[in-house]
């Protein structure tokens, strides 16, 4: 009589830590694909900003108005959206740019270690300034707030050193620091002053 009691409570005492185990189970898995779910729509619009690059046309729309592309370089400052999207074009007309290979991640919040919308990214971009071409590694992490706004932006790759495998050191310098002033020399012009080309067109010799 004894042994059946304590049967019966055992039983009682399984059922109930699987009761549990499936309640918390289904709890996370409805979050984790909730958070999943908003990861792959931030991904999209990372993927428009990427797209924005190639076709020399962001969208400025994507981005907060708080937006921040945080510095990474060595003395790099932060730029707010006004100051990144001017950056950006100097950038784009300055080169042509192709996202060859991407892989996509999800961000977790660093206290419980779940998806929080936020995305990281590894790719290989192909840059190009007239015949010059060379490969770039970047890793990147953007974040956005809940109306799927992009608020910041940081990543991690040797520009400088692709831009100098391009042009050279001494031309690199100059067109990082006409870049802000949108003044671009030209790689094969002995004078300073004289514009980049189309990076469409070849670079005349």
């Known amino acids: ?32 694909k909730s958070d999943l779910t908003e990861f792959e729509t931030n991904k999209e619009t990372v993927m428009k900003m990427f797209s924005g690059f190639e076709a020399k046309n962001m969208d400025e729309s994507i981005f907060a108005d ?12 932060d730029r707010n959206k006004e100051e990144a999207l001017d950056n950006w074009k100097g950038m784009m007309d300055m080169m042509n740019m192709s996202l060859k290979t991407s892989i996509f991640l999800p961000g977790v919040d660093t206290v419980n270690f779940q998806p929080d919308g936020s995305v990281r990214y ?12 060379d490969e770039l590694m970047v890793y990147g992490s953007f974040e956005f707030d809940k109306d799927g706004k992009m ?10 050193g692709t831009l100098m495998m391009m042009v050279g050191p001494d031309m690199a310098g100059q067109m990082m620091a006409a870049a802000d ?6 790689p094969d012009a002995g004078n300073q002053g004289e514009t980049l080309p189309n990076p469409d067109t070849e670079i005349i010799d």
């Open 1 to 32: 009589m004894k042994k059946n009691k304590i049967m019966k409570k055992l039983n009682y005492l399984f059922i109930a830590t699987l009761l549990i185990l499936t309640s918390c189970s289904g709890t996370c898995e409805d979050k984790c």
């Open 151 to 160: 608020t910041s932006l940081q990543h991690y790759g040797d520009y400088t």
């Open 181 to 186: 002033e949108e003044i671009l020399p030209n």
């Open 66 to 77: 708080s937006f921040i592309e945080i510095g990474t370089g060595v003395g790099e400052p």
């Open 122 to 133: 590894y790719g290989t971009w192909e840059m190009n300034i007239g015949e010059a071409s």
